[in-house]
Nanobody, 124 residues
Framework: QVQLVESGGGLVQSGGSLRLSCAASGRAFSNYVMGWFRQAPGKERSFVGAISWIGGGTAYADSVKGRFIISRDNVQNTAYLQMNRLKPEDTAVYYC?????????????????WGQGTQVTVSS
């Protein structure tokens, strides 16, 4: 069992930055691919990016590529989402998810555990 807790959300002006954290409890954090997803009001939850459980490979949605960076600290059992040059369209609830021995390209349904989400609001 893995529990995920996101933090770091808030209100920021367009062009600003935020860093989200996803703290994991439980064993073998390093064996999980960590994904970030977001859900804007009235929209389905969508993929933001993911980081591999081995090798540190990453994948990003086109909408955030070049602005967002995913990292992880397997000692601190924490994944991060650094969000730069934020836009109003980035406003959403952001979720982290963990998939055991997963792939950075796996679908949402393949993730085993989800956090409760943290709100990010970008004002124009």
């Amino acid at each position: 069992q893995v529990q995920l807790v996101e933090s770091g959300g808030g209100l920021v002006q367009s062009g600003g930055s935020l860093r989200l954290s996803c703290a994991a409890s439980g064993r073998a954090f390093s064996n999980y691919v960590m994904g970030w997803f977001r859900q804007a009001p009235g929209k389905e939850r969508s993929f933001v990016g993911a980081i591999s459980w081995i090798g540190g490979g990453t994948a990003y949605a086109d909408s955030v590529k070049g602005r967002f960076i995913i990292s992880r600290d397997n000692v601190q059992n924490t994944a991060y989402l650094q969000m730069n040059r934020l836009k109003p369209e980035d406003t959403a609830v952001y979720y982290c998810a963990a998939g055991l021995y997963g792939s950075i390209s796996q679908p949402q349904a393949s993730y085993n555990y989800w956090g409760q989400g943290t709100q990010v609001t970008v004002s124009s």
